[in-house]
């Protein structure tokens, strides 16, 4: 995948299937310098289905959560679509937050490769993604306390009076937004009450796919250590804004597509894993606010709620 006019026909499918375009509808499709290709490729597809598209190209924001600069901010807020192929996510922004609660409905693709864009989890049946999205997301809801086991550690955490979130790549009413490619159930868990250790050994925002397993160790929600090879990039990420070390997310994959390819956008989609973010949380039902959010994965957690296990050897029980 990387021809124009197959990028140019994943990007139809993505509009039509995914984000209900209709004709007459306005759409604008945000990217950067390393996103372009597939930013061209939607612009294109939005000419092609009789949408009334803009496109604006930015340079690279810093890492995840960096807000854009306020003329993208005001656009969006002013489109029926919004489409989001970007090096860093727009995911958990202010901006982002203000389009919803404008009625537009927004996919984010942070990390988008060309390869992503047609293979793997955006190739999935997303009415089974959907499906299973919603299964476990009720769960989460219904929950009050999480136990995460991986590697033989224990991380736990409340999520008492929180509503979990379903992205399931369909994002087609008003003020609706996710990843693409998607497939996932998260939630923000209660601050303050994380505590045990979890060890990441999948991906890791910022580092790519991880060779060797990551420990980090909780206590009341903020990180007191971290211990691997990759350490030292990870505290470089976490550092200079205190509540980037705290967590803000836990989510569960549920897309059978998706592969571990060293991009979060994908890697915390892959079914059966779980994945803990840490730092910003407060568009998702949180109060953690703070220009970073990080993400770790699990690959074959064991994890429970209210001691009922849902995960397990890399499969979702619902």
Known sequence: MGDASDLRSVARRVLTDNMGAQAGDSLLVVTDTETIDIG??????????????????????ERSGVEPPEFVSSAMRNAD?????????????RAREAATDSGARVATMPGITKRMFGEGAI???????????????????????????????VLTMSIEGRDGISSDG????????????????????????????????????????????????????????VEGPAADEFLKATTGDPCARRVGELGLGTNPAA????????????????????????GFGG????????????????????????????????
């Open 40 to 61: 061209h490729a939607l612009f294109a597809a939005g000419d092609d289905l009789d949408l009334v598209a803009g496109l604006l190209e930015i340079q690279p924001l």
């Open 81 to 93: 679509i919004v489409v989001c192929p970007t090096a860093a996510s727009l995911t958990h922004t």
């Open 123 to 153: 190739t999935a049946d997303y009415g089974e993604v959907e499906r299973l999205t919603a299964a476990l997301t009720s769960r989460l809801t219904a929950a009050s306390e999480v136990r995460l086991e991986s590697a033989g550690e």
């Open 259 to 282: 592969e571990i390819i060293g991009t979060v956008l994908e890697d915390e989609k892959v079914y059966g894993t779980a994945h803990v973010a840490f730092g910003d949380n407060h």
């Open 287 to 318: 109060t953690i606010q703070c220009d970073s959010h990080l993400d770790g994965i699990v690959l074959e957690p064991e994890v429970y709620l209210d001691d009922e296990l849902v995960v397990s050897g890399g499969e979702v029980i619902v």
């Open 170 to 225: 369909l994002i087609r009413q008003p003020g609706e937004s996710g990843n693409l490619p998607s497939g996932e159930s998260y939630i923000a868990p209660v601050e303050d009450t994380a505590d045990g250790t979890i060890v990441f050994d999948g991906g890791l925002a910022g580092v790519g796919v991880l060779n060797d397993p990551l420990f980090i160790d909780i206590e009341s929600g903020t990180i007191t250590d």
